[in-house]
C-alpha cells in the first residue's frame, strides 16, 4: 500500500503562483511514477502531468509552459511548480502515484484562480 499527503493549494489572483507538493510513504517501489491529475466543477478528471522516478516528463498541452513538474527521490516527494495560473486551471489537483504493483491516489487540494 502507498499512502500520498497533498500540501499546497489555495486562492490566486490570475497571473500568480502556486506549488503543490506530494509526498508518498508505505511500500514504495523504486520505479515509479508521481504526478497531477485534475478536476473541475461538472467536468471529467483530465492528465496535468507526470514524472518518472527516472525524471522522465509528460504534460498536457493545457498547461505547458507554465507548470512544471519535480520530484525528491529521496524523499519520495513530487513537486508541482504552476505559474501563469489562469481561471480555467481552477479545480481540484488529484496527486497520482503509480508503480507496477499499484495504482494510488492523493486527497486532493483545491486550486482557485480568480480573474
Known amino acids: 500500500q502507498v499512502q500520498l499527503v497533498e500540501s499546497g ?15 508518498a510513504s508505505g511500500t514504495v517501489f523504486s520505479s515509479n ?7 473541475a466543477p461538472g467536468k471529467q478528471r483530465e492528465f496535468v502531468t507526470t514524472i518518472t522516478s527516472g525524471g522522465s516528463t509528460n504534460t ?33 489537483y488529484y496527486c497520482n502515484y503509480w508503480d507496477p504493483i499499484g495504482n494510488y491516489w492523493g486527497q486532493g487540494t483545491q486550486v482557485t484562480v480568480s480573474s
Open 9 to 23: 493549494g489555495g486562492l490566486v489572483q490570475a497571473g500568480g503562483s502556486l506549488r503543490l507538493s506530494c509526498a
Open 33 to 39: 511514477a508521481m504526478g497531477w491529475y485534475r478536476q
Open 60 to 92: 498536457a498541452d493545457s498547461v505547458k509552459g507554465r507548470f512544471t513538474i519535480s520530484r525528491d527521490n529521496g524523499k519520495n516527494t513530487a513537486h508541482l511548480q504552476m505559474n501563469s495560473l489562469k481561471p480555467e486551471d481552477t479545480a481540484i
